[in-house]
């Protein structure tokens, strides 16, 4: 490899922002010239982003399947590759591939403006229940809560005033706009300065996004509730970080480089985060073409992908150097969810 490993996911990601902008910059600017709300309506503003096209498929066939027509969709297509058409009912805009807080601004700032309810879910996220929509009508009726988080981050928590608080994280969560955006004028930008305990004996240093946001909305006294465990994994399921393989596979053009990607650096490595978590996420697209095939049925291609037999072989080899809260089972038990109820 011409680059060390840790070397080529900030330049890839930085190449496929440059490559993509070719198809998404015209229409961004169209967009902010135009900035058109979604109309006024009761029903909650649902938002991804995606930079992977059978992803967006996956999404919007989970979100169709089970809400139906109860909320308005907005898909950020970032990659510049996907057909409208595809996605019926939906408003798909080309956008430039900005950080995921900046997007999400812009979503609850500007095109969900008419609507109370604001609700970002990553496209690796699948809503897997009718009763989510039941969830957020009661939880909203409370005047103090201004978040409902259906997956929180779970490897360090907010200490505020001696009392502990999951971080609600940006995976899937729905704002009350009145207040977080009309009354709080708050943002979902990342900050560093983070040094709430963690649970890996790692202080996290910095903020992701609504991070802030939700520690300052705590101190304020709001209510900014998680969805407790055993209701989120019935309502959601879904990946993590997928973005970072999908950037590998852009970056590589054979399944060979990919493969020399996690058989090059020093078998310590794999204690980190970038080589097992980039690994776990192509296993998840493995998952994501063969659920889009059933979808679809038609064939998605990615050249540089390797066999998911040779992927899990490198996975089950390098086992042994994980850390103990690295899981090698989570990925697998989604896509036995995602086959059995697409």
């Known amino acids: 490899m011409a680059r060390a490993y ?10 496929f922002s440059l490559k993509s902008a070719v198809r998404t ?8 010239i135009t900035r058109k709300p979604l109309p006024p309506s009761e029903k909650p503003a649902l938002f991804t982003m995606n930079i992977l096209p059978p992803l ?10 089970n809400l139906g027509d109860n909320v308005d969709l907005t898909i950020f297509d970032c990659s510049g590759k996907l057909n409208p058409n595809d996605f019926p009912g939906a408003r798909v805009q080309k956008f430039l591939n900005f950080y995921a807080a900046t997007k999400s601004d812009e979503f609850l700032q500007h095109i969900a403006k008419h609507r109370k309810i604001g609700w970002i879910c990553d496209d690796d996220m699948f809503p897997m229940s009718h009763e989510m929509l039941s969830v957020l009508e009661r939880e909203f009726l409370d005047p103090k809560t201004v978040s409902v988080s259906f997956r929180p981050r779970d490897w360090w928590h907010f200490d505020i005033d001696g009392k502990s608080y999951e971080p609600s994280s940006s995976y899937c969560i729905a ?5 977080l955006i009309g009354k709080e004028h708050l943002s979902l930008a990342p900050e560093n300065g983070n040094t709430h305990p963690s649970h890996i004996g790692k202080v996290p240093g910095r903020y992701d996004t609504f991070d802030k946001a939700n520690e300052i909305l705590l101190q304020k006294g709001y ?8 209701k989120r994994e019935q309502y959601l399921t879904g990946f993590s970080g997928i973005s970072g393989a999908v950037i590998l596979l852009d970056y590589f053009r054979t399944p060979e480089q990919v493969l020399d990607f996690y058989l090059t650096p020093p078998k310590k490595q794999w204690s980190g985060n970038v080589l097992f978590g980039t690994l776990s996420s192509m296993l998840a697209i493995c ?8 979808i679809t049925g038609k064939h998605y291609d990615i050249p540089s992908l390797p066999p998911r037999s040779v992927l ?28 059995v109820e697409v």
Not at 10 to 15: D, E, Q, R, V
Not at 223 to 230: A, D, G, I, M, Y
Not at 315 to 339: E, G, K
Request: aromatic share 16%; net charge positive.
């Open 312 to 339: 899990e072989k490198i996975r089950s080899d390098h086992q042994q150097y994980l850390r103990p809260d690295q899981s090698m089972t989570w990925f697998d038990s989604v896509r036995d969810r995602l086959l």
């Open 223 to 230: 209510r900014c509730l998680v969805v407790p465990k055993e």
């Open 25 to 32: 910059l015209i229409p961004t600017i169209g967009y902010y």
């Open 287 to 294: 998952t994501i073409l063969e659920v889009y095939e059933r």
């Open 175 to 179: 704002f009350n706009r009145e207040i």
């Open 56 to 65: 967006a498929t996956v999404w919007y066939h989970f979100a169709r399947k």
């Open 6 to 15: 840790h070397q080529i996911l900030p330049y890839g990601f930085k190449l």
